[in-house]
């Protein structure tokens, strides 16, 4: 089994190196650590008495380790949920924070365990989550990754400026899209026409 700073190198490795796209509201982005994050935490890398672009430049991958475990796994408390569930969760708090666990909330709600969808890891949460997946073992991993997939194709829908994230150039599957779906099983893997059947009104 895996620990959770397995999770945390293998997330570092999916987020990749230093970005700092317009389009991206994180702003200027390291191992998947925004300027925004290192910010609220006080992470001054360089020791001059601020933190700016120059932080997020310097951050170690062993840094962004540390920050996702203590702040991203932790602090929320997912280790409380169902321990298939906690990859993909993992995964997507470090890209969309709360909403991670709000679409956890809507999707326990769906399957008759009702959950208020406000982020936070609570004893209700925790509780519908645990009964949620003991109705549905085999496919609960799975019904979660689908819905995340579905929530970054609605932001795109809502967002054009983010559509570059989950449509590549040549029309093809974007970052996000491909990322939801490392922890989906393969049946359930969109075809490359069923996405661009999806984003075709895009444009």
Not at 152 to 180: C, E, H, M, N, V
Request: charged letters at 25%.
């Amino acid at each position: 089994m895996k620990t959770v700073r397995d999770l945390a190198r293998e997330i570092v490795a999916r987020e990749g190196g230093f970005v700092d796209d317009p389009d991206d509201p994180g702003g200027a982005t390291n191992h998947g650590v925004t300027i925004h994050t290192l910010r609220r935490l006080g992470v001054d890398v360089t020791g001059d008495g601020r933190v700016d672009v120059a932080d997020v430049r310097r951050l170690t991958r062993s840094r962004a380790v540390e920050i996702y475990v203590d702040h991203y796994f932790r602090r929320p408390g997912l280790g409380a949920l169902p321990e298939p569930l906690q990859p993909s969760l993992f995964d997507m708090y470090v890209n969309a924070g709360a909403n991670a666990v709000k679409i956890l909330q809507r999707l326990c709600s769906q399957m008759g365990h009702p959950c208020v969808d406000d982020g936070v890891v609570g004893p209700q949460t925790i509780r519908a989550a645990q009964l949620a997946f003991e109705a549905a073992p085999m496919h609960m991993v799975d019904a979660y990754g689908i819905a995340r997939r579905n929530y970054y194709y609605a932001l795109a829908d809502a967002r054009p400026a983010s559509r570059k994230f989950a449509r590549r150039r040549d029309g093809g599957k974007g970052g996000w899209i491909t990322r939801a779906e490392e922890f989906i099983s393969p049946r359930y893997h969109l075809t490359e026409a069923e996405h661009r059947a999806r984003v075709a009104k895009w444009g």
